[in-house]
Structure formats: structure tokens, C-alpha cells
T-cell receptor, first 113, second 114 residues
């Protein structure tokens, strides 16, 4: 039962263009979402989050959109840079008994120079 | 740089052996969670410790166990290693047990079981 899904395992984008990474979830109890970025040989690092009371959160080149009715969130990176090449995970914390993160399977973004 | 460190970086073991992985959390972080990330997958929750007590676990057998110490360090122990235990093991610390509290991950320990 995969509660958080990232259906695109990889994405290639030209430098300067927009990268859009998608994430779907099934558990309507999730009320907070996070995006993590992971480089090889490093642990995931927090990128941006959004509360379910909002539909958009922006931080510099990164914007996360939340569509609660569709149970869908997306991460937009504008403009994309080669240093953005990494694996991106969406995650949702659940407090059902234990506070833990449920992660998607990740999307590998490659930004081409 | 998250301030969370893990050791060792890499480890090779054989089936049936036991392994101990270590994590040093940020000072003041009372919560540590351990995750297993298999190749091509997202991190899977193993268990969590809060103030040195286990605070829940995921779908992992009892041969996965842990400890958390007062000095913000913690351990993950795996007994009777199986080939499928080969993965990246991540620890993550956070200040408390709040759902919006960001977890900070260490770089992980890559375990290979032969």
C-alpha cells in the first residue's frame, strides 16, 4: 500500500527551463508535505514544505503546489540549473501512533547544460 | 551539512552475521528515526526513538533493533543478516515529535550483504 507515489522515475530538462516533478498521495489524513533532494553519497536534504491549509509555497526558484481535491502535489523549479540534478523525494509525515515520514520512490532529475 | 553523522560509510558483511550502525544526531534533537533505502526505492521507516525509548516501528522484523543514548547518538543493530538487507541505511533526527518538524538526515551507511 504505497501512500505516496512518484510515477516518473526520471526527468530530463534543459538548463534554464522549468522542471516539474509530480507526487500523488492516497491518504487524505496527510496535512503536511515535504520535498527532499538527494545527491549521490549524501542523505536527503530538506528542500521545501507545504501545509495542507495552503495551495502554494514558494522559496526562491522552488515552488510547491498542492491540489487537495486531486491529492496531488508538484514541485516547480524555475529556472533549472545543472546543480539541481539529483533525486527528488516527496514525503508526508504521519502521526498515526508514530511520527514518521512516508516517502515516494523518487524522481531523478537531470538538468542538461 | 545537516549536522547528522553516520558511521561507517560503507560496510560489507556476509549472510548470517550481525551489524551495528551508528548515528550522531544534532545536539538537542530528542528524536531519531532510522530508514532503509533499497536501490531504486524511497526510504522506508524502520523505527523511531524518542528520549531513549522506542516510539514505534515499521514493517521490519525483530532482528532489527535499536538504541538511543543520552548524548544524542544512536545505533541500529541487525542480526542474522540476509541478502535483502543490502541497502542504504539512513538516520534522521528532529527536535521533537511534531508532524511539521523537519527531519535532518545523515549521509547514510551503505550495507552490502554477500
Amino acid at each position: 500500500d504505497q501512500q505516496v507515489k512518484q510515477n516518473s522515475p526520471s526527468l530530463s530538462v534543459q538548463e534554464g527551463r522549468i522542471s516539474i516533478l509530480n507526487c500523488d498521495y492516497t491518504n487524505s489524513m496527510f496535512d503536511y508535505f515535504l520535498w527532499y533532494k538527494k545527491y549521490p553519497a549524501e542523505g536527503p536534504t530538506f528542500l521545501i514544505s507545504i501545509s495542507s491549509i495552503k495551495d502554494k509555497n514558494e522559496d526562491g526558484r522552488f515552488t510547491v503546489f498542492l491540489n487537495k481535491s486531486a491529492k496531488h502535489l508538484s514541485l516547480h523549479i524555475v529556472p533549472s540549473q545543472p546543480g539541481d540534478s539529483a533525486v527528488y523525494f516527496c514525503a508526508a509525515p504521519t502521526t498515526s501512533g508514530t511520527y514518521k515520514y512516508i516517502f515516494g520512490t523518487g524522481t531523478r532529475l537531470k538538468v542538461l547544460a | 551539512e545537516t549536522g547528522v553523522t553516520q558511521s561507517p560509510t560503507h560496510l560489507i558483511k556476509t549472510r548470517g552475521q550481525q551489524v551495528t550502525l551508528r548515528c550522531s544526531s544534532q545536539s538537542g534533537h530528542n528524536t531519531v528515526s532510522w530508514y532503509q533505502q533499497a536501490l531504486g526505492q524511497g526510504p522506508q521507516f524502520i523505527f523511531q526513538y524518542y528520549r531513549e525509548e522506542e516510539n514505534g516501528r515499521g514493517n521490519f522484523p525483530p532482528r532489527f533493533s535499536g538504541l538511543q543514548f543520552p548524548n544524542y547518538s544512536s545505533e541500529l543493530n541487525v542480526n542474522a543478516l540476509e541478502l535483502d538487507d543490502s541497502a542504504l541505511y539512513l538516520c534522521a533526527s528532529s527536535e521533537d515529535l511534531t508532524s511539521t518538524d523537519t527531519q535532518y538526515f545523515g549521509p547514510g551507511t551503505r550495507l552490502t550483504v554477500l
